[in-house]
């Protein structure tokens, strides 16, 4: 049976006449694209411009037109106030062209930028298949920044470029990325190198002066995460083709491949040398250990089941033993592995996309429904709720001291004080920000965006 509706669709659809590579197809895809597609026709049925969304019990189908059986409606955004707040300016908080510096010389979307954990030198990875390491970033010079307004050139004694190697590729036309494209990248703690992680499924290791230590490749599908052990020594990398691995950074060999979800792997963290958790779309978050042989039969030390949806992140706690999560479902959930037991934060409305610890029994979230909250985990109360975001919010991040923590929003990103409760500074960029990053010293923050910069803005003032 399987046989034949797959030649039937092939030929039907006229798909083995084109020029897709089959082998570069995830399993699954052609499920997960009805799911979506059937998601989207949900949303253009029931979402009404005047803010509202039609509930409804109908079923819907690939192939049957659907019809509403409207049970109610709920008011879900308020468009009137939402084009007021477009227009609305943050007054002192707004940062002007003085707190501003961009740096320019990608011609793929910044996916992901970080700082240096102890320098003045930025990092960032894009769509057009290269690193970069920006230098010489220093507030006298900020408003002079030779790659202000024109591009930043390979031969630059600011700027070092580093391309991932590809096998005779031809880097995407106008936007389209590139296949090597980054999508992810951090620095080792002693900030001697840094890993990438490609859309093609392989790792790399950089010096910070372009050099390429070593690769990591085993994945055929992108990879979601790419973390280094605290120490240094070792790396993990999570795919979505449903598996993971576990590699001696040094040598580039792999010491484990993990292959326990049934779905694609969305997150990664270490809780310390030995200890690691993922987490994934099926729904579960996996705890494993370096020093366990039951890792060679993909036998974890705990499975932890409880949430409703895709689960987007996990952060252990620091110096604990407490795992949090958040997921499609709209919760933050707070994980006892040991015992296998979870409270839940239930105050979201929507997809819980991002969360951070601030300290050991602080700890932010961000989500689709355009709020970050901050949670007191001792007392499971929520203590801040910041509110003027003017879209979803899609990536937070804690400034060294914790005293600050910055969130990003479509195009704009939002810098708060968490002792007084208060918006500190705002900015809005050209282009949708994909991705947050504070400076050691707390002064300077980077948000790498969909038109190509990298925006930098100076807290101080």
Known sequence: GFIHSAFAFGHESLIVKSSIDGSKVVPGALISFIQKGLQFVEIEAHVNGDGTETVCDGSFSAVEPHTCNIKSKKRIFDPSAADGLEDHTFGQQEATGDDVSYLRGHSGIVCS??????????????????????SSLTKSTRNHDEHVDKKAKTGDDNVVV???????????????????????LQWNASGTAIVTGSYNGKAYTWAPDGRLLQSFEHHKAPLSAVKWSPSGDKLLTACVDKRAALWNAQTGS????????????????????????MCSMDRSVSIWSTKDQSNKSNVPKAKLEGHAADINMIRWAPGSDVLASCSDDSLVK????????????????????????????????????????IWDTESMKCTNVFTKHLHPVSSIAYSPDRSLLASASHDRMYVWSVKEDTLVKTFRADGGIND????????????GCTNN?????DIRS
Request: proline share 4%; aromatic share 8%.
């Open 113 to 134: 930028c970080s700082w240096h954990p102890s320098k003045s030198l930025l990092a960032s990875g894009s769509g057009d298949a290269t690193v970069r390491f920006w």
């Open 162 to 184: 580093a391309t991932v190697p590809s096998k005779k590729e031809t880097v995407g036309e106008g936007n389209r990325p590139s296949e090597s494209m980054i999508v992810a």
């Open 254 to 277: 792999a010491e484990c491949h993990f292959a326990f979800h049934q779905a694609p792997i969305t997150d990664i963290d270490w809780k310390d040398n030995t200890t690691f958790a």
């Open 334 to 373: 707070l994980w006892n592995p040991e015992s296998k037991s979870c409270q839940d934060l239930t105050q979201h409305t929507r997809e819980v996309c991002a969360i951070q610890w601030g300290s050991r029994t602080q700890l932010a979230s961000g989500s689709l429904d355009a709020t970050v909250r």
């Open 436 to 447: 947050l990053s504070w400076d050691h010293t707390g002064h300077r923050l980077a948000g």
């Open 453 to 457: 910069d990298i925006c930098i803005v």
